[in-house]
């Protein structure tokens, strides 16, 4: 999502593929929770948009791996990182988060005549950003942490060991966590909290490091297809976590709970690797399709940029996932909504300044 490999005879194909499809699955994930807070948790429509937007859940954490698949095996200077990598990061943030500071009240104007616009959320929202901005800072603070990576991941035991904390400590801490506040008497919960406090204070491996680290080992590692299945089956077993613990959670709170689609639980982390590893060993490198894949690629930042605009457009035509069968609205409206944003991204791709900067 971030950046390319150097050159069409060294690239990773499938980390293409990878930029396309995650793209496409965070406009399909937008689309389908839009409307989740707003109906019966115990409804059909409901359950239509627990399912896909379990389905796609894989998408962020994919995006940190590719960018740990590129970055940490290059030799990069941390000037240049700055400079160069970090710094179109900032630049891109401040105009797209100024961007929609502004479009947004007009929207919600639009939509409707009674919304106050104000001058101070106009620049309350110019710093903090649209909904999906968080991505940005996120990545900037993965970058800045390259350096003091780099030396971590030329252990191939340390790297295994920080893996394994990260896995323990975040990803099945995390979900036993939320499972016992969820379903378990007062009494688990009690004792789930006490042991948290004990093993609470391992923070090294939180965040999003482990994912970074993760894109880069998997792309590293080869893996034999035992392994690779058991990955694939863990990764179906991670989606009907997914979307049962989601709507178990929701029905017993009786209103849309997000808990089990967070990235730091195991169900998403486990669709995570299936995902990665799954293009990793299927996509082929003389395949025709690769061509339009790498160039669908190059506007992925872009496309996940300017698809909210997109869907705030949607929005105000009254073109949303409750306009017919929601089984069919979430996949059709993501489809014309993700052809819109890659080509939007494709004219700000033509433009020599702004490429450079902001997509």
């Given at each position: 999502m971030?950046?390319?490999?150097?050159?069409?005879?060294?690239?990773?194909f499938?980390?293409?593929?990878?930029?396309?499809?995650?793209?496409?699955a965070?406009?399909?994930?937008?689309i389908?929770?839009a409307?989740?807070?707003?109906?019966?948790?115990?409804?059909?429509?409901?359950?239509?948009?627990?399912?896909?937007?379990?389905?796609v859940?894989?998408?962020?954490?994919?995006?940190?791996?590719?960018s740990?698949?590129?970055?940490?095996?290059?030799?990069?200077?941390?000037?240049?990182?700055?400079?160069?990598?970090?710094?179109?990061?900032?630049?891109?943030?401040?105009?797209?988060?100024?961007?929609?500071?502004?479009?947004?009240?007009?929207?919600?104007?639009?939509?409707?005549?009674?919304?106050?616009?104000?001058?101070?959320?106009i620049?309350?929202?110019?710093?903090?950003?649209?909904?999906?901005?968080?991505?940005?800072?996120m990545?900037?603070g993965?970058?800045?942490?390259?350096?003091?990576?780099?030396?971590?991941?030329?252990?191939?035991?340390?790297?295994?060991?920080?893996?394994i904390?990260?896995?323990?400590?975040?990803?099945l801490?995390t979900?036993?966590?939320?499972?016992?506040?969820?379903f378990?008497?007062?009494?688990?919960v009690?004792?789930?909290?006490?042991i948290?406090?004990?093993?609470g204070?391992?923070?090294?491996?939180?965040?999003?490091?482990?994912?970074?680290?993760?894109?880069?080992?998997?792309?590293?590692?080869?893996t034999?297809?035992?392994?690779?299945?058991?990955?694939?089956?863990l990764?179906?077993?991670?989606?009907l976590?997914?979307?049962?613990?989601n709507?178990?959670?929701?029905i017993?709170?009786?209103?849309?709970?997000?808990?089990?689609?967070?990235?730091?639980?195991?169900?998403?982390?486990?669709?995570?690797?299936?995902?990665?590893?799954?293009?990793?060993?299927?996509?082929?490198?003389k395949?025709?399709?690769?061509?339009?894949?790498?160039?669908?690629?190059?506007?992925s930042?872009?496309?996940?940029?300017?698809h909210?605009?997109?869907?705030?457009?949607?929005e105000?035509?009254?073109?949303?996932?409750?306009?017919?069968?929601p089984?069919?609205s979430?996949?059709?409206?993501?489809?014309?909504?993700?052809?819109?944003?890659?080509?939007?991204?494709?004219?700000?791709?033509?433009?020599?300044f702004?490429?450079?900067?902001i997509?």
């Open positions: 971030i950046t390319e490999t150097k050159t069409i005879k060294t690239r990773l499938y980390l293409d593929y990878l930029r396309v499809f995650s793209s496409f965070i406009i399909l994930l937008h389908a929770a409307n989740m807070n707003n109906m019966s948790v115990t409804g059909f429509e409901w359950n239509v948009f627990n399912f896909y937007n379990s389905l859940r894989w998408a962020v954490p994919v995006f940190i791996m590719i740990g698949a590129l970055f940490l095996p290059r030799e990069i200077e941390t000037k240049q990182l700055y400079s160069k990598n970090i710094l179109r990061m900032f630049i891109a943030y401040v105009v797209w988060s100024v961007f929609y500071a502004v479009v947004t009240p007009i929207g919600k104007f639009v939509v409707d005549n009674s919304y106050v616009i104000s001058i101070s959320e620049l309350k929202n110019a710093v903090t950003g649209a909904i999906h901005m968080w991505f940005i800072p990545i900037i993965l970058y800045m942490c390259i350096p003091l990576i780099k030396p971590l991941i030329k252990n191939k035991s340390t790297v295994k060991y920080f893996l904390l990260a896995f323990v400590f975040v990803f801490r979900t036993i966590t939320s499972i016992s506040n969820d378990f008497s007062p009494s688990i009690s004792g789930i909290e006490c948290n406090s004990v093993i204070s391992v923070n090294l491996v939180f965040g999003y490091v482990p994912y970074f680290i993760l894109g880069y080992v998997l792309n590293e590692t080869e034999d297809s035992k392994k690779r299945t058991v990955i694939y089956i990764g179906v077993f991670g989606f976590m997914t979307v049962l613990l709507a178990l959670a929701s017993k709170a009786n209103t849309t709970l997000e808990t089990y689609y967070g990235i730091n639980t195991l169900n998403i982390a486990l669709m995570a690797m299936a995902v990665f590893v799954w293009f990793k060993y299927n996509v082929r490198g395949d025709p399709l690769n061509k339009i894949i790498v160039k669908l690629s190059k506007y930042f872009g496309t996940y940029l300017v909210i605009f997109i869907l705030m457009v949607f105000v035509l009254g073109f949303e996932t409750t306009t017919f069968n089984i069919l979430v996949p059709v409206i993501s489809t014309i909504a993700a052809v819109i944003s890659f080509f939007i991204s494709f004219v700000i791709n033509q433009i020599p702004l490429k450079k900067y997509v």
